[in-house]
């Protein structure tokens, strides 16, 4: 028989970039995450629902409202929960300043952590120079990363035949291509300099799909990475620390355990019989 576990508290939880309605949001993962994960403030940082892909063809399985469900629960159950809107669901910031059913729509925010940093929290967007002046080569960019993330899904099938556990070959992808990686270093950059203008002691922010928590020139570099591809978040500790969650792996790790549970219990009792 198992037995649930009461779910993880943190001080606060930030999320971004799983993408509700489209087919690489790992949905049922967040669910996974959510069931396990509680926080006094959640954060959902932009592109939250693609409303870009959306509007080319409508895409919305039970999972991904069970997943609205959950983050409205996780209020009724007295959780702070900000939405800070990105490029994929900027429709949204037509709406800040106004509250949708405990949730509190705003264009940024500044969280204070346990141990007083100051930081910035925003999608990102607004400092990626090729979603603000080049829409068209964004959209070109997003069909090619959905070309991408659908080649994960065959893959990882294969590699979980073969017993090995998730690879993002996007993410891979996009680690060794040069340009890509001078413009996430680029994007960094910018991001902490943001936080230094606005006298924050750093950011938090979300966009490129690439989760980090670095220390650049005093400016502390918070990236929650994303729900796609590598299936991360942010949790505060009440101590003010910061981690990176990595999901996947979570998961997959007690998965493995419950699975080698089973068998031991069926073992003791084919013994005993």
């Given at each position: 028989?198992?037995?649930?576990?009461?779910?993880?508290?943190?001080?606060?939880?930030?999320?971004?970039?799983?993408?509700?309605?489209?087919?690489?949001?790992?949905?049922?993962?967040?669910?996974?995450?959510?069931?396990?994960?509680?926080?006094?403030?959640?954060?959902?940082?932009?592109?939250?629902?693609?409303?870009?892909?959306?509007?080319?063809?409508?895409?919305?399985p039970?999972?991904h409202?069970?997943?609205?469900?959950?983050?409205?629960?996780?209020?009724?159950?007295?959780?702070?929960?900000?939405?800070?809107?990105?490029?994929h669901?900027?429709?949204?910031?037509?709406?800040?300043?106004?509250?949708?059913?405990?949730?509190?729509?705003?264009?940024?925010?500044?969280?204070?952590?346990?141990?007083?940093?100051?930081?910035?929290?925003?999608?990102?967007?607004?400092?990626?120079m090729?979603?603000?002046?080049?829409?068209?080569?964004?959209?070109?960019?997003?069909w090619?990363?959905?070309?991408?993330?659908?080649?994960?899904?065959?893959?990882?099938?294969?590699?979980?035949?073969?017993?090995?556990?998730?690879?993002?070959?996007?993410?891979?992808?996009?680690?060794?291509?040069?340009?890509?990686?001078?413009?996430?270093?680029a994007?960094?950059?910018?991001?902490?300099?943001?936080?230094?203008?606005?006298?924050?002691?750093?950011?938090?922010?979300?966009?490129?799909?690439?989760?980090?928590?670095?220390?650049?020139n005093?400016?502390?570099?918070?990236?929650?990475?994303?729900?796609?591809?590598?299936?991360?978040?942010?949790?505060?500790?009440?101590?003010?620390?910061?981690?990176?969650?990595?999901?996947?792996?979570?998961?997959?790790?007690?998965?493995?355990?419950?699975a080698?549970?089973?068998?031991?219990?069926?073992?003791?009792?084919?013994?005993?019989?």
């Open positions: 028989m198992k037995h649930e576990t009461e779910p993880k508290r943190y001080r606060t939880i930030f999320l971004s970039d799983i993408h509700l309605g489209t087919r690489g949001c790992q949905a049922e993962l967040l669910l996974d995450f959510l069931k396990h994960n509680e926080a006094d403030t959640i954060y959902l940082i932009g592109d939250i629902i693609d409303g870009w892909r959306l509007k080319s063809g409508w895409y919305w039970q999972a409202n069970d997943v609205v469900q959950k983050l409205l629960r996780q209020v009724r159950k007295g959780s702070r929960m900000l939405y800070v809107p990105g490029n669901d900027e429709f949204a910031r037509d709406f800040a300043g106004t509250v949708f059913g405990g949730v509190e729509v705003v264009n940024h925010a500044y969280h204070v952590t346990g141990d007083g940093k100051r930081l910035l929290v925003v999608h990102g967007d607004q400092f990626d090729v979603v603000q002046h080049a829409r068209w080569l964004a959209w070109l960019g997003d090619a990363y959905s070309v991408a993330l659908w080649s994960n899904i065959w893959v990882n099938r294969a590699r979980h035949a073969m017993g090995y556990h998730y690879w993002s070959l996007s993410a891979w992808a996009k680690l060794k291509v040069k340009n890509a990686v001078n413009f996430i270093s994007y960094e950059t910018t991001l902490a300099e943001a936080a230094r203008r606005q006298q924050a002691d750093g950011v938090v922010c979300g966009h490129i799909h690439h989760a980090a928590i670095r220390e650049m005093g400016i502390l570099y918070v990236n929650t990475g994303d729900f796609v591809e590598s299936c991360t978040a942010i949790g505060e500790h009440p101590d003010g620390r910061l981690e990176i969650i990595h999901w996947q792996l979570t998961a997959e790790q007690r998965r493995l355990a419950e080698a549970a089973e068998e031991r219990a069926q073992a003791v009792t084919k013994a005993a019989a």
